[in-house]
């Protein structure tokens, strides 16, 4: 389970007093032996009143970025995901992909077939990108006037994983905080999804 901690201090940027609070999640299981490595990659969500805010880091060198279209297939670049179901009683879940360039890729569905992909742009969530010579971080606020338009409120337990990937990278890679129990990576399994509860 991971603990997404309240805080009452203003988030905007990566160096904000207030991630020193969050709960680190190392997204480093490897669930497919044909791809045996990652980047250390790791993740920070925080919540206030307007919504949860993530942090996801990775040290992955070289990044590939090449897509600059809202939901372009930004998998296939160095990619950092967080998927999760915000309301138990509904059994779909927002898909949130991004690359470098911090372009997003945004999804409604309830499995890899059936996405619907809402209006709002990155500027929305407030998508933050920064690559220096040692990492690269991401910052983003899911707000939740736009969770519960969608689905109708949110629960106090949601399910959900992290993900790290980069179908084309020099080195393809596969990594979750959860694990994933298929034969081929396939993030788009909510039925693997772990609990991540607010505080």
């Not at 996405?115 to 220096?132: E, Q």
């Amino acid at each position: 389970m991971y603990t997404i901690k309240r805080t009452e201090e203003t988030i905007t940027c990566i160096n904000d007093k207030a991630w020193d609070k969050a709960e680190v999640a190392e997204i480093k299981i490897i669930n497919w032996s044909e791809f045996p490595s990652a980047p250390k990659t790791t993740a920070k969500l925080l919540y206030n009143d307007f919504g949860i805010y993530v942090q996801l880091q990775t040290d992955e060198k070289p990044l590939l970025a090449r897509h600059t279209e809202q939901n372009a297939p930004v998998c296939c670049d160095s990619c950092m995901e967080f998927f999760f179901r915000p309301n138990e009683q509904d059994n779909r879940y927002l898909n949130f992909e991004f690359n470098p360039f911090g372009t997003m890729y945004l999804a409604v569905r309830t499995s890899r077939h059936d996405p619907v992909h809402p209006a709002n742009d990155k500027a929305y969530f407030g998508v933050k990108s920064y690559v220096d010579d040692q990492k690269w971080t991401l910052q983003f606020c899911v707000p939740f006037a736009f969770i519960d338009e969608i689905f109708g409120g949110h629960t106090k337990t949601m399910y959900g994983n992290l993900y790290k990937c980069g179908d084309e990278t020099k080195t393809p890679h596969y990594a979750t905080y959860y694990p994933i129990e298929t034969k081929e990576p396939d993030y788009h399994r909510p039925e693997f999804f772990g609990a991540f509860v607010l505080e």
